[in-house]
């Protein structure tokens, strides 16, 4: 019987590819291969451009005194080649101005020749360091690499910098960069890590050595290159492991709105490592808090213990589902079980490579290298700290699917129009869809350019909401909207909501209806409540659900609602405080049980009978809402509004709106493309004006609690004062900005107390960016898991914090000066926190910053 012949990157099984002739001498993707990378003395003259989410050291002037763990996730200088930057790198860093902050880049000061030789490139820093697998040329007679570019970018603008709403998102990827870089990151001759076979399940050791290049790379097209270059081969060997290797690439087991949470705490995780590699609870707690990465931790212990049997390889799809299935464990021994399955997830990871080397795992060496163990416990813990973000998951799905169908199709040559088609066609997709639940087995079976036929806005799967532009006036409303029609509307101080529903004798035309959206006794059809960040929150309103057939006409079939729930006086019938509305319990509410009234109040419909309307006109939205639904006082309402354009009726409105118990104006633009709705996207189409606004910053920051000091005198039993901080969405860390006392009552503090107690942990994680002077430390430290809305009068620089240092450039970070507390954001998560870009810019847009760019004087105070 002939020898199977193993599938590589560039040939399928027997050779070909769908028509395609292998090449003489075959490429296959370098999982682990570490040539020796020689420094040229021109590299001294040379500046490092880290263009892509990285952990940075602080950069201030404390001594800092970082964990183990943090000095070995220091960066090493990527390979890298001078290059112009691409229209696509442009596109992802500045798309959602609010969630990645700016990078500023600088040309570098010699532009050195490139090196030909192969398994040799120019060094970006000045020391040469180590990585998981350098770029190595192919041996062909034309260096792949002659005028791929990877190093440098033009300089950046200190506008541009602030105008990433500007910027038109119709930029293109430049297809031939990329597939220099992928050139780059091929090698000839044998593969140290050998492809799997055609038609086996994807190793999971092969996705963890392509996490360990990315995670030694801050380089944006490096990155997007691994990931395309790894799917790639998974849709050439193993496509029906794609779905499940992509949840693994994002850090998620299921959509959000499945409501699927591993529930993993940092005690079960220590005690599955202790338990599986025959080490004491002491031992691996001493080890945390020496190396301050579990995922490391578990990595060392693993790789020390010696199995008499060797166990079965880890799969991709197999560990997908044991993560799935920790998920699900629930009832009496729920942590028990769930620590077990962890177990047996452990027991099999890293066994090749410890059966390799008697030596073990260095977890000094390349961050850890390509260890099974340690993303695994990474995954758990919710962080793989890659610098690895969805956006650039989807841009490199999108790659990885256009080269491979066009590789079936015998097409060589890819246009630059091909490829920002497939790439606009899967965002626009996911924006209103997203569910690689239900868009992965469709573009499988359809392909990547038919996904608008096959995958369209649906209720059941909710989507990410548009949101708002803050300003600080009038006259900044009437310069963004100069010429055109726009409407204000009263901004409701409640929850943020999207309700979904399909009226029985439709249920069969949406799928994914029937799986997600709830059937109850007093709604005829299925129906459910989403929040902002796609939870499930049909079991803390159920007495809206009980209400819906009251105000939905009946030729309305099936809807998905934007609107707000408010807490509503039932006697005044008025609008009551957002705190009241968080007095009601989030799960098992009964409808007969509810206390604090609510009201919706609808502003917008995304979905209306079997067709999507985000593409039509604000105007055109506000006449089929009005048309599908009957008011109903106190259960239902359509938001108050104007269609103004004098300065004075605006002013008017806003005061109105505030007697009304709201929080000012939503102002929006009413006609043409502009005002068409934008999923997940926080755009300049629509801007908040609040009353506060006028004499503030500008906005209030939604801010994550970090960690507490004691209090003092009245507060002794609870805590007095709690370290915030921002979120920093480039690095995927949070950065400290400020300590908070003001603004909360007894009982508030009591409650806190309680409620963070459960989440103290015992020393900041390696992605919390704070001061490390001994006084700046809090007296406890908490998981970031809570995130509160605060006012403050204005901001200033201070050397005690972190928030967006290392944009200011002059050692100190930005801080709140007289932070007060507002309220608690149960319906945000940490990472949807305001970022250390947004902070950056409400920053610069001070009066006081504008005349004097040296900033103000920090006021912090003891508590």
């Known amino acids: 019987m002939p020898m199977r012949k193993k599938a590589t990157l560039g040939n399928s099984v027997d050779g070909k590819q769908s028509g395609v002739h292998a090449k003489s001498k075959q490429s296959t993707l370098a999982f682990g291969q570490k040539p020796a990378l020689k420094k040229k003395a021109s590299d001294d003259k040379e500046d490092d451009i880290e263009d892509g989410p990285m952990e940075k050291p602080t950069s201030n002037g404390d001594a800092e005194n970082p964990s183990s763990d943090q000095n070995m996730s220091e960066s090493p200088r990527s390979t890298s080649l001078k290059r112009e930057k691409t229209d696509q790198e442009a596109e992802e860093e500045e798309d959602d101005s609010d969630d990645q902050p700016v990078v500023k880049r600088r040309k570098k000061s010699s532009d050195g020749p490139v090196s030909k030789r192969s398994g040799e490139a120019r060094l970006n820093g000045k020391e040469a360091k180590k990585a998981p697998a350098a770029i190595t040329m192919p041996a062909t007679s034309e260096d792949p690499l002659e005028n791929a570019t990877l190093g440098a970018d033009e300089p950046v603008s200190g506008e541009e910098e602030r105008s990433g709403d500007e910027v038109d998102e119709k930029s293109t990827p430049t297809t031939k960069k990329h597939e220099k870089i992928q050139a780059a990151l091929k090698v000839s001759g044998k593969d140290p890590y050998p492809d799997w076979k055609a038609g086996d399940p994807v190793p999971y050791a092969a996705l963890c050595t392509t996490f360990s290049l990315i995670e030694m790379t801050t380089k944006r097209l490096e990155i997007s290159a691994h990931c395309s270059l790894f799917l790639q081969q998974v849709l050439r060997l193993t496509p029906g492991d794609l779905l499940s290797t992509v949840q693994l690439m994002i850090n998620k087991v299921a959509a959000d709105y499945a409501g699927i949470e591993l529930g993993i705490g940092e005690s079960l995780i220590i005690k599955a490592i202790s338990e599986t590699t025959g080490r004491t609870l002491a031992e691996t707690k001493a080890d945390h808090h020496k190396i301050g990465d579990l995922g490391l931790v578990a990595a060392k212990s693993r790789s020390n213990q010696r199995t008499m049997f060797k166990p079965k ?14 998920a699900s464990v629930q009832g009496h021994g729920a942590q028990e079980r769930k620590v077990n399955s962890i177990k047996k997830l452990l027991s099999s990871a890293d066994a090749a490579a410890a059966a390799k080397s008697q030596k073990g795992i260095d977890i000094t060496k390349d961050k850890g290298g390509a260890s099974e163990s340690k993303y695994l416990i990474r995954f758990l813990e919710g ?5 690895l973000a969805e956006k650039t998951v989807i841009v490199a799905l999108a790659q990885a699917m256009v080269k491979h169908e066009a ?12 490829m920002a088609k497939g790439e606009a066609v899967l965002k626009a997709v996911y924006s209103e869809l997203p569910s690689y639940e239900v868009i992965i087995p469709q573009m499988l079976a359809h392909g990547i350019f038919n996904l608008r036929d096959n995958c369209k806005l649906q209720p059941g799967v ?26 204000c509307e009263y901004k409701y101080d409640g929850e943020r909501a999207q309700i979904h529903y399909v009226a029985p004798d439709t249920v069969q035309q949406f799928p994914a209806a029937k799986t997600t959206l709830q ?7 299925l129906s459910s409540i989403f929040s902002r960040n796609s939870e499930d929150l049909s079991k803390k309103y159920p007495d809206i659900l009980a209400k819906l057939n009251t105000w939905i006409k009946p030729e309305t079939k099936s809807f998905v ?61 506000r006449e089929l809402l009005h048309e599908a639904f009957e008011p109903v006082e106190g259960e239902f309402a359509f938001a108050q509004f104007g269609d103004t354009k004098e300065i004075e009726e605006i002013q008017t409105l806003l005061d109105e709106s505030v007697k009304a118990s709201c929080e000012g104006l939503m102002v929006k633009m009413l006609d043409t493309e502009e005002s068409g709705y934008e999923p997940s996207k926080r755009s300049r189409n629509w801007l908040k004006v609040k009353k506060d606004y006028l004499s503030g910053i500008g906005d209030s920051l939604d801010l994550v609690v970090l960690g507490a000091y004691f209090g003092k005198g009245k507060r002794t039993s609870v805590y007095g004062a709690f370290l915030l901080a921002a979120y920093n969405a480039n690095d995927q860390v949070y950065e400290t900005v400020c300590n908070i006392g003001t603004g909360f009552s007894e009982a508030i503090l009591e409650e806190l107390h309680s409620q963070l107690s459960e989440h103290v942990i015992d020393k900041p994680k390696p992605f919390y960016r704070h001061s490390t002077v001994k006084n700046d430390q809090p007296d406890v430290w908490f998981d970031a898991r809570v995130v509160w809305e ?25 801080s709140l000066r007289f932070p007060r507390f507002i309220k608690q954001r149960d319906d945000k998560k940490p990472d949807e926190a305001t970022t250390t870009k947004a902070v950056a810019e409400m920053y610069r847009k001070q009066e006081s910053v504008t005349k004097d760019s040296k900033g103000g004087v920090d006021d912090d105070f003891d508590y």
Request: glycine share 6%; net charge positive; charged share 35%.
């Open 462 to 487: 909710p989507l990410k909401p548009m949101l708002a532009k803050p300003t600080k006036s009038i006259t900044e409303v009437l310069d963004r909207f100069e010429g055109k029609d726009f409407t």
């Open 561 to 621: 609602l934007d609107c707000e729930t408010v807490a509503w006086d039932m006697e005044t019938k008025k609008v009551l405080p957002f705190q009241q509305l968080m007095t009601r319990k989030r799960k098992d509410v009964k409808a007969e049980d509810v206390k604090v009234k609510v009201c919706v109040f609808a502003f917008d419909i995304l979905f209306l009978n079997g067709e999507a309307t985000v593409k039509k006109s604000l105007r055109e939205r």
């Open 383 to 387: 962080k793989l700290r890659l610098g």
């Open 519 to 525: 059937k109850d006794a007093g709604v005829k059809g």
């Open 790 to 814: 605060v006012k403050t009068a204005d901001l200033t620089l201070s050397p005690r914090y972190r928030a967006a240092i290392d944009d200011m450039g002059v050692n100190k970070g930005i």
């Open 407 to 418: 590789a079936q199709k015998g097409n060589k040559l890819l246009s630059t129009e091909q």
């Open 313 to 326: 390889p880890l799969t991709v799809k197999g560990v997908h589902e044991g993560l799935l299935a920790i």
